[in-house]
């Protein structure tokens, strides 16, 4: 199958590549930033997403499959860009895909879509409204790309389109939303709150990722790993120091004593659990991870050096 | 730590208590917690963020209040399913959660295997520091119709107060009154094929007798109330509680009835612990 992955260069879109062509996909990239050392065989066009020229590689390459993975996530980019390069290259990745005769769209989303809150429960499914942004208005952009993406199912219904909600993922890379917040040696927590933390080992949300390809799976999904382990207890494990700060101190503590910068929102997710229910992923397409909680700190731990 | 301070106010509270260098545990709590049959993960957490090690520790501090301070009685445990779900379904009595806590030891110390209660819990318990934490690793989680479903078809035991907050804050001379039961319990059983095991707690308004309830302090904190004893704060007398467990009812349903039929099968529930409730203050010689 000849797959595109618009956002090649991110760490978990690298590893699916890798995995598509161990399978005997053929692979090829779009993306902003380079990938100089990308197997023989993968075909990287730096462009942007939302470009004209992005828009001839489909037209002239005709991939079968689009693996969309070029969302800005990380919250160091403004509010308004991540916005627009977020649903832009949302609604440009799926209309090309409309247009130039793609038969599957997979966007990988995440799983905090589900937002973190005191009366929020454990287990979301899949049919539970997304709450991200009463806590942490920060991934609003995350919720909107997650849910235009979801529309494609309606607009272009010959497009086997599928929406995958990821849990944290963790590795070797040690990039990601989890690793950078685990990879100081003090990992700040909200004293006398201890959330469940749901992640995964990277190379198992590269596998779910290639399971759905080659399942033709439609329609939205949770996809998540072993089970979920209390914030303090995954921070200890991989090697860090938990520092309880009382919550009021926190927006001063953040980026200051060793501590990571960390937007206000981002407190809710230190108190309360995001949880999700990956049960009707695993039925559909047999899907099952290969690395428990302790190997996938493990080998973050090893990565990071601790 | 006061229990091993050898001034155990003759109750012997630092007979059973053991400290391995992390936390104190009881050996019986130990054996229990062995026995108890729930999926703990490899590092002693199972799926809902209860811990192995933070409920021995808890286990063994209500097994003190449980069974050396009120001398907790416990009649009918044999009516509890010793495996799958069931909902156990009963009254409050006394201001403070002291009939949950009992309720959860008496499952912990009585049953064979041990099980695990899992209440619902007040929501703004997860919005307090330390109560948000130890609520959650003891099992403990927020009142929310989503948990209850998830936990019976996980097949754990749940512990339901169709009365709510407002049952908590029953006065010392209501005590052994009910006040109005919420439907959902009832909704769930029928759509989760549950059965419902009623139970009656007495001696909690004993215990505590709530003499009034401050309402505007408890918002300013964060809680419904604050109860206020004679001795204003709501600290338990020793006292001997009773638990008495009926046997389990079943109801069948197509989980579309209207209220009313929903609301008559509350009731039986709701007057079958009654009667549990006149016949044990018959037996406490309280009537």
């Known amino acids: ?306 | 730590m006061v229990f091993g301070n050898g001034h155990g106010h003759g109750l012997g509270l630092g007979a059973s208590l053991r400290y391995d260098g992390v936390v104190w545990t009881d050996p019986e709590v130990e054996d229990r917690l062995e026995r108890l049959e729930i999926p703990f993960g490899p590092r002693g957490i199972d799926p809902y963020g209860a811990s192995r090690k933070e409920l021995g520790l808890f286990m063994s501090l209500l097994g003190l209040l449980y069974k050396r301070y009120f001398q907790v009685r416990v009649h009918g445990v044999e009516n509890v399913p010793q495996r799958g779900r069931a909902m156990l379904v009963g009254n409050h009595q006394g201001g403070v959660a002291l009939d949950g806590a009992m309720v959860i030891a008496s499952m912990f110390f009585e049953m064979e295997p041990p099980r695990l209660a899992q209440g619902m819990a007040e929501k703004f318990i997860y919005m307090l520091p330390f109560a948000s934490e130890w609520a959650t690793r003891c099992g403990q989680l927020s009142g929310l119709p989503e948990h209850a479903e998830r936990l019976l078809q996980d097949e754990r035991i749940l512990m339901v107060f169709p009365e709510g907050a407002r049952g908590t804050a029953k006065l010392y001379w209501e005590r052994h009154s009910l006040v109005h039961f919420g439907t959902g319990f009832m909704r769930l059983a029928l759509a989760t094929g549950t059965p419902i095991v009623p139970f009656a707690f007495l001696g909690g308004g004993e215990a505590i007798p709530t003499v009034m309830n401050l309402y505007r302090i408890g918002k300013l904190l964060g809680a419904p109330y604050i109860p206020v004893t004679p001795w204003l704060l709501p600290v338990p007398r020793r006292v001997p509680l009773d638990i008495y467990y009926g046997e389990p009812m079943h109801f069948t349903g197509s989980e579309t009835e209207e209220d009313a039929v929903i609301e008559g099968y509350v009731d039986q529930v709701k007057d079958r612990i009654a009667h549990m409730i006149e016949d044990g203050e018959r037996e406490r010689g309280e009537r």
């Open chain 1, 1 to 306: 199958m000849k797959v595109l992955i618009p956002g090649i260069t991110g760490r978990l879109a690298r590893l699916t590549a890798l995995r598509l062509l161990e399978r005997g996909h053929t692979v090829m990239g779009i993306d902003r930033r380079p990938w100089p050392e990308a197997p023989p065989g993968v075909e990287v066009f730096q462009i942007d997403i939302r470009k004209r020229a992005a828009e001839d590689i489909f037209r002239r390459h005709r991939p079968d499959a689009v693996i969309h993975m070029a969302t800005v996530t990380h919250l160091t980019v403004q509010n308004e860009d991540r916005y627009r390069i977020n649903l832009f290259g949302t609604r440009a990745v799926f209309d090309h895909c409309h247009h130039y005769g793609a038969t599957q769209a997979i966007f990988v989303g995440r799983h905090t879509y589900y937002g973190a809150a005191a009366d929020s429960w454990l287990y979301h499914g899949e049919e539970d409204p997304p709450m991200a942004m009463t806590t942490f208005p920060e991934l609003a952009d995350l919720v909107a790309a997650d849910l235009y993406a979801g529309s494609a199912l309606w607009r272009y219904p010959e497009l086997d389109t599928c929406v995958l909600r990821l849990c944290y993922t963790l590795g070797a890379s040690t990039s990601g939303t989890l690793a950078t917040f685990l990879s100081g040696r003090r990992v700040p927590t909200v004293l006398g709150f201890d959330p469940l933390f749901q992640f995964m080992h990277e190379e198992d949300a590269a596998a779910a990722i290639v399971v759905a390809l080659e399942s033709k799976l439609r329609g939205v999904y949770n996809v998540a790993g072993p089970q979920p382990l209390p914030l303090t207890t995954l921070a200890r494990a991989s090697g860090a120091t938990a520092v309880p700060v009382p919550e009021a101190l926190l927006g001063v503590m953040f980026g200051r004593f060793g501590l990571p910068l960390l937007p206000p929102g981002a407190v809710a997710h230190l108190k309360y659990p995001v949880v999700i229910d990956d049960s009707s992923f695993r039925a559909r397409t047999s899907f099952m991870h290969t690395h428990d909680e302790d190997d996938t700190i493990a080998d973050f731990r090893r990565a990071v050096g601790r």
